[in-house]
C-alpha cells in the first residue's frame, strides 16, 4: 500500500527477524491483467511491461511460495485465456507437491472459467484419484479387535 510503506511496517511492527523467511509474509499472490509487452503512456514517461525480458528459467524464491497470474491477450487484444508460474522455496516443498498445487490450482481455475456464476465452495479442488486417496486409502483404519475375556 503506497500511504504505508514496507519499511514503516516492518519498523511499527517490528517483527522476530530471520534471514530465513520473509519478516511479514511467506505466500505472495499476483494477479495482472495488462498485456505482455504492453506500455502506459504519462506525461513525461512511458511505462513498459519487461517481465518477459527479465524472467528466468529459474527464479530465486523470495517468499515460500508465489503465485502469480496474467491474463494473455490476442493479436487483437481480446481475451485469450491465462498464464501463471509458481516459484517455491526448495528446501521447503518437493516439486511433486509444487505439481500437486499447480494442478489444483488450474482445476479450480477451469471450472471457474467454465461457470463464471459457480460458488468457490463447489468448485472440486481435489481430481478423482486424489480424492479416493484422501477420503478412502488415508481414511483406511479399521482394525480387527480380537475379544478379550
Not at 516492518?10 to 494477479?31: G, I, K, T, W
Not at 525480458?53 to 515460500?64: C, R, S, V, Y
Not at 522455496?89 to 471457474?112: H, K, S
Amino acid at each position: 500500500h503506497q500511504e504505508v510503506p514496507f519499511e514503516k511496517l516492518v519498523e511499527e511492527l517490528a517483527p522476530a527477524r530471520s534471514m530465513a523467511r520473509h519478516p511479514l509474509f511467506q505466500v505472495m499472490l499476483a494477479v495482472q491483467n495488462v498485456a505482455q509487452g504492453a506500455a502506459v503512456d504519462l506525461p513525461g514517461a512511458r511505462i513498459v511491461d519487461m517481465s518477459a525480458e527479465l524472467a528466468t528459467e529459474a527464479a530465486a524464491a523470495k517468499f515460500d511460495l508465489e503465485v502469480s497470474a496474467g491474463e494473455v491477450f490476442d493479436a487483437d487484444g481480446a481475451p485469450a485465456g491465462v498464464r501463471g508460474d509458481i516459484t517455491a522455496a526448495v528446501d521447503l516443498f518437493e516439486p511433486a507437491t509444487v505439481a500437486r498445487f499447480a494442478e489444483r490450482w488450474v482445476r479450480v481455475l477451469e471450472a471457474v472459467a467454465a461457470d463464471p456464476e459457480l460458488r468457490l465452495s463447489a468448485v472440486d479442488v481435489l481430481g478423482e484419484a486424489e480424492r479416493r486417496r484422501v477420503l478412502v486409502e488415508w481414511n483406511d483404519t479399521g482394525t480387527v479387535v480380537e475379544p478379550s475375556t
